[in-house]
Structures are given as C-alpha cells and as structure tokens.
T-cell receptor
Framework: AQTVTQSQPEMSVQEAETVTLSCTYD???????LFWYKQPPSRQMILVIR??????QNATENRFSVNFQKAAKSFSLKISDSQLGDTAMYFC?????????????FGQGTRLTINP | DSGVTQTPKHLITATGQRVTLRCSPR?????VYWYQQSLDQGLQFLIQ???????AKGNILERFSAQQFPDLHSELNLSSLELGDSALYFC???????????FGPGTRLTVT
C-alpha cells in the first residue's frame, strides 16, 4: 500500500518570503501521479499542482513549483513570493497510474501561515 | 468554484439515524469519488464510481453505501450513525481515473 508523509505539521513565514513544504511517499509503482492540494479556512479542497512520475521536468504553476525526486521518493512544494491568501492546510497526495480503479492517498497535511 | 456541487452543506443528526449526501460532478466527468475528512483519520478515500459502476472501495464501513445514477450524480448513504461518523464528507470528480480530481465544497456532518 502507498503511504504519504508530510513531516512538517505547521510552518509560518512572512509575506513575500519563499517557503518549501516537504512530502515523501512510499510506493513500488513506477507510473503514478503526485498532487498538492490546498485547503483554506473555507475547507474547500483546491488543486494546486500536479506531477506525472514519468516526466523529469518539475511542474510549475505561477508562484508554485515542485521539486520531484523520483529515486528519493520526494515531492516538495515551493511557494515563491508568498501571499496572505496562501494561508491554508496543504496536502500532498499520491495516485497510481491505473485505468479504472483509482483513489488519492493523502498525507496528514502541513498548516501554513503567512504573516503580514 | 470547482464545478462539483454537494448538498447539504451542513447536517446535524442524532446517533442511530440515517442520512443521504448528494453530489453532482462537473459537466462531462464520469468518475465520482467520496472522501471522509476527520480530525483523527485525516482524509480517507471511501469509494469510487465510474459511469454508474463501482470501481474502487476504500475503508468504507458496511453501514455506508453509495451509488451513481444515470445522470451521473451520486449519493452517499450513512446509516446507524455513530458519534465517530462526524466529519467533513467530500465528493470529487474527474473525467476518468487518469486525471486530477476536483473537489466539491463538502458536507459537514455532525452526529449528536
């Protein structure tokens, strides 16, 4: 079974700083997807970024980028020029590449606070 | 707005009761997933449907059941409710199982 570990329960940075959230996972699969989801105080789950394991290039979405290290099974999220609206719980998630049956396996989350 | 809708937003009920949570996926999405988010268990996958058929099951209790209807909306039925069933229940949808899942706003269930 796959497991996802987020070792930082809480982080806090000043506005405009860069912050990196860590995520490691355990799997014997070779093809899979990794995601970061954001859950602000509204509790809505919002997709931030996605990475396919077969792609060597790290995914980037505006101020959000990932550092995907397949051999190390590591998938960190970097938020540049952090904004107050980035304050949220961030969940790392794993999904096997499998047509048909599918599920997301989530880490325990990192609570990120951006201070003014 | 993800395009996934869930009703009701909040539900308060007593132990032993039965409730039904409803989800409408994004237009064009055939897969629907249900997740439970509780303080002690985190986010856990319950069940997946694809175009009306059950495709995957997670740690879903026998007291819980779900279905997906021909119009692709889905319902999650929770019966013989216990205090520990209090949680946020999310529905998510995707075009098919190879693509990212988009989440609805969730239904907060409180069992008293």
């Amino acid at each position: 079974a796959q497991t996802v570990t987020q070792s930082q329960p809480e982080m806090s940075v000043q506005e405009a700083e860069t912050v990196t959230l860590s995520c490691t996972y355990d799997t014997s699969e070779n093809n899979y997807y990794l995601f970061w989801y954001k859950q602000p105080p509204s509790r809505q789950m919002i997709l931030v970024i996605r990475q396919e394991a077969y792609k060597q290039q790290n995914a980037t979405e505006n101020r959000f980028s990932v550092n995907f290290q397949k051999a190390a099974k590591s998938f960190s999220l970097k938020i540049s020029d952090s904004q107050l609206g980035d304050t949220a719980m961030y969940f790392c998630a794993f999904m096997k590449h499998n047509q048909g049956a599918q599920k997301l396996v989530f880490g325990q989350g990192t609570r990120l606070t951006i201070n003014p | 707005d993800s395009g996934v809708t869930q009703t009701p937003k909040h539900l308060i009920t007593a132990t032993g009761q039965r409730v039904t949570l409803r989800c409408s996926p994004r237009s064009g999405d055939l897969s629907v997933y249900w997740y439970q988010q509780s303080l002690d268990q985190g986010l856990q996958f319950l069940i997946q449907y694809y175009n009306g058929e059950e495709r995957a099951k997670g740690n879903i209790l026998e007291r819980f059941s779900a279905q997906q209807f021909p119009d692709l909306h889905s319902e999650l039925n929770l019966s013989s409710l216990e205090l520990g069933d209090s949680a946020l229940y999310f529905c998510a949808s995707s075009v098919d199982s190879r693509y990212e899942q988009y989440f609805g706003p969730g239904t907060r269930l409180t069992v008293t």
